[in-house]
Each structure stands twice: as structure tokens, then as C-alpha cells.
């Protein structure tokens, strides 16, 4: 299983609508990273929370770490095609930044 | 422009055949790391490595060697590909140890042995 669970796998937006991705831990995270792909391509570095309840925003984009830093969310408001794409979680292990593991990704598709 | 370059992106070779995937960044960072990625098994280490001559073992490190002779590049070695290694992968780097900039990665490169 993984060590990083995210969910939902799959996820179809209205376009404009609001939408919550969660990645979740059973083991206490040494720095949360989110990150977004396009389809077959590079991955492209959003953010990084490193603090319990630590709270960052970009453009429509917020990401939130609880204070047990077991659990972030990323929330996008009002979707817009550009946000389509595959959304991947990753931590550190243990208190090595160097080892980061991901979680298996959502697959995020706006409707127009 | 600060970047991770990889070769090549896509490659077809058949079993047994050496191969070299090169990476290179001009970024001086310290860290690199390679990662494949697989439908439904998400992203995987392969190996890291924190500085020159200095490299260890991901999570699925089996079939593949690095070197990192050089600060810029981290070339993946896969000595005699097989079928299952098949995959997309990716090289990063970052600058510190922390990661407070995440791991810049590369374009990919889509690999696939017969």
C-alpha cells in the first residue's frame, strides 16, 4: 500500500466550481510537497508546507497542513481548464528531505 | 533558465542492450534524484545522491546504477534493460538539504524495452 494515500484517484470539475484534494499519511511528514503534471510530462513544484498547520496560497490555490502533519489538503477555487491536470502529493522520509516519496496522484478534468 | 535536461525523451531499445539516460541541471544543486513512474504505482525513487560521489539507494533501486562524477549530471545506467523496466522517468534536483524549493524535475524520458 501506499505510504501516501491521496484521494479522490479521479476527479470531474464544473468549470468555476470549487474543489478539495487530500493526501494523507500515517506517519508524521518531514515536509509536504504538491506538485502538478501534465499528462506524460514533467512535474512542476507548486508548493511545500513544512510547519503543523501551516497554510500556503498561489494564484487559486491554497494548500493546508494539519497540525499532526499527517494530512494536507489542496483546495482550488473556482477551476478554470488551466488547473486540468494531474495533482501529486510527495513528503519527505524520516528527517531526510533528500528521500521524498509521492503519493499516486489525482487526475483532475475541468468541464467547460 | 534553470532547468533539468534530459536524453533522450522517448526511447525504444530491446533487452539486454546497455543504456545510458543522461540528466543534467544547471542549477549547482547539490541534490539529484531519478524516479520512474508507473499507472497506478505512482512515483518512485530509484536513487538519490547528495552531492558528487556521494549516491544511495531509493525504493526500487534494483536493475539501474547512477554516478555523479560531476555536480551537473546524474546519468542512469540500466546495465541490461528488461521488459519491466519499461517506464517513464524522471531526474530532479534541489538545492538543499531542507528542499524548501521542492525538487525541480526534468521533461521525462519515456523508455521502452522489448
Known amino acids: 500500500s501506499q505510504e501516501l494515500e491521496q484521494s479522490p484517484q479521479s476527479l470531474i470539475v464544473q468549470e468555476g466550481k470549487n474543489l478539495t484534494i487530500n493526501c494523507t499519511s500515517s506517519?508524521?511528514?518531514?515536509?509536504l510537497y504538491w506538485y502538478k503534471q501534465k499528462y506524460g510530462e514533467g512535474l512542476i513544484f507548486l508548493m511545500m508546507?513544512?510547519?503543523?498547520?501551516e497554510e500556503k496560497s498561489h494564484e487559486k490555490i491554497t494548500a493546508k497542513l494539519d497540525e499532526k502533519k499527517q494530512q494536507s489538503s489542496l483546495h482550488i477555487t473556482a477551476s478554470q481548464p488551466s488547473h486540468a491536470g494531474i495533482y501529486l502529493c510527495g513528503a519527505g522520509r524520516y528527517s531526510s528531505a533528500s528521500k521524498i516519496i509521492f503519493g499516486s496522484g489525482t487526475r483532475l478534468s475541468i468541464r467547460p | 533558465e534553470a532547468q533539468v535536461t534530459q536524453n533522450p525523451r522517448y526511447l525504444i531499445t530491446v533487452t539486454g542492450k546497455k543504456l545510458t539516460v543522461t540528466c543534467s541541471q544547471n542549477?549547482?544543486?547539490?541534490?539529484m534524484s531519478w524516479y520512474r513512474q508507473d499507472p497506478g504505482l505512482g512515483l518512485r525513487q530509484i536513487y538519490y545522491s547528495m552531492n558528487v560521489e556521494v549516491t544511495d539507494k531509493g525504493d526500487v533501486p534494483e536493475g539501474y546504477k547512477v554516478s555523479r562524477k560531476e555536480k551537473r549530471n546524474f546519468p542512469l545506467i540500466l546495465e541490461s534493460p528488461s521488459p519491466n523496466q519499461t517506464s517513464l522517468y524522471f531526474c530532479?534536483?534541489?538545492?538543499?538539504?531542507?528542499?524548501?524549493?521542492?525538487?525541480?524535475f526534468g521533461s521525462g524520458t519515456r523508455l521502452t524495452v522489448v
Open positions: 508546507l513544512q510547519k503543523g498547520g
Open positions: 542549477m549547482n544543486h547539490e541534490y
Open positions: 506517519k508524521t511528514l518531514y515536509g
Open positions: 530532479a534536483s534541489k538545492m538543499d538539504r531542507e528542499g524548501n524549493y521542492g525538487y525541480t
